[in-house]
């Protein structure tokens, strides 16, 4: 059973590795990494990775930067544009409840409320007047800005976001007359605006936060072809800071697959566990062959007799046990 068991096992998981991995060799894709150390991501060519520095400016003011870079396969639509920031820790306990989930559907909330969720830099702006909404959530969104000339990028597409996420975000009733507010548009005007609000695909894109050391979002969809060799002149307006994070940034241009994109580590998980149960395989059939033994039969019946039999006469030879009497 645990032979036949290793080898079924084994052989699933190497038909699915072998499948993830021939998936993963169809998608084409490039990045441009413009901040933080010059490292490849893994899974990546050395032809699909571009460097080129766009550094936030002294005091947070927005830097503007264009490049040319050169697409290195041909790419069919639709082809998904992602921002990655990393490290970035969203999964940690006082970020991701750092958060009126009441105020991102649109609800009213009591100030005691406010302030028990969200910490007290992220209630009031500098002027006093109520950031909506609060906590660390909402008040750190990614706001750097990307451009391909010649190519739009469709950054409110509802490829973007699960419906279900979509639909329960919502403005206030009072949005945006609501007067001594600091409102999301006000605050991110590159992600939104008066008129969508909370509906922006970006904003509610970050409300729900990632489960890994990183962010990896998707920042828009391009619905037509790149050429092999094709000379794209991209434009980046960096406003999000990440030199205090020790972090890096990254635009990712990719084509999609039955996955949904390339899972390297993925194919590669499976094929060495493949490996691993094919090798437990091997050691039960050696075990087998060099001590066999029958069905209900002992493995090594010379030795094992001798201790049953040894161990047998000595509990026989035991005295009984005296029973207590009543007197102790």
Same mark, same amino acid.
């Given at each position: ?38 490292r ?6 050395p ?17 503007s ?50 302030e ?21 959530v ?8 990307v ?12 490829? =973007?976001?699960?419906? %279900?996420?979509?639909?329960?975000? &919502?403005? #206030?009733?009072?949005?945006p007359?609501? *007067? ?8 991110y ?23 890994f050391g990183?962010?990896?979002n ?11 060799g ?11 800071p ?15 697959n ?13 094929v ?34 001798? =201790?049953s039999?040894? %161990?047998?006469?000595?509990?026989? &030879?035991? #005295? ?5 009497? *009543?007197?102790?």
């Open positions: 059973r645990i032979l036949s068991g290793a080898l079924c096992t084994g052989t699933i998981l190497m038909i699915l590795g072998i499948f993830v991995l021939v998936e993963t060799n169809q998608v084409s894709m490039f990045e441009i990494q413009y901040d933080g150390e010059d490849r991501s893994f899974g990546t060519y032809e699909e990775m571009n460097y080129h520095a766009c550094h936030v400016g002294s005091n947070g003011a927005t830097s930067c264009t490049f040319n870079v050169t697409v290195p396969a041909d790419m069919e639509p639709p082809i998904v544009v992602l921002y990655e920031v990393t490290p970035f820790y969203q999964n940690y306990y006082s970020y991701m409840t750092s958060v009126s989930f009441d105020q991102l559907t649109g609800e009213d909330v009591s100030q005691s409320m406010v028990a969720t969200c910490v007290e830099s992220t209630r009031r702006t500098s002027t006093g007047d109520e950031i909506f909404p609060c906590g660390l909402a008040t750190s969104i990614f706001n750097d800005s451009e391909v000339v010649g190519v739009p990028i469709n950054e409110d597409d509802p490829r =973007m976001n699960w419906v %279900s996420d979509y639909d329960r975000l &919502a403005n #206030p009733a009072d949005f007359g609501r *007067a001594e507010t600091s409102w999301l548009y006000e605050r005007p590159t992600i939104t605006d008066e008129h969508r609000g909370m509906k922006s695909r970006r904003v509610v894109d970050w409300m729900f936060p990632s489960f990183h962010v990896r998707t920042y828009g969809f391009i619905d037509e072809p790149l050429q092999e094709q000379q794209l002149t991209v434009r980046i307006h960096a406003s999000f990440v030199k205090d994070l020790d972090a890096e940034k990254r635009v990712i241009f990719t084509t999609q039955a996955l949904g994109g390339r899972h390297t580590v993925l194919a590669y998980l499976l060495i566990s493949s490996c691993a149960c094919y090798l437990m395989a091997v050691a039960v059939l050696l075990v087998q062959k060099t001590c066999p033994r029958r069905a209900g039969t002992l493995r090594f019946p010379a030795l094992s007799g001798t =201790m039999s040894g %161990s047998l006469g000595q509990v026989a &030879a035991a #005295p009984p046990a005296p029973m207590p009497s *009543a007197a102790n």
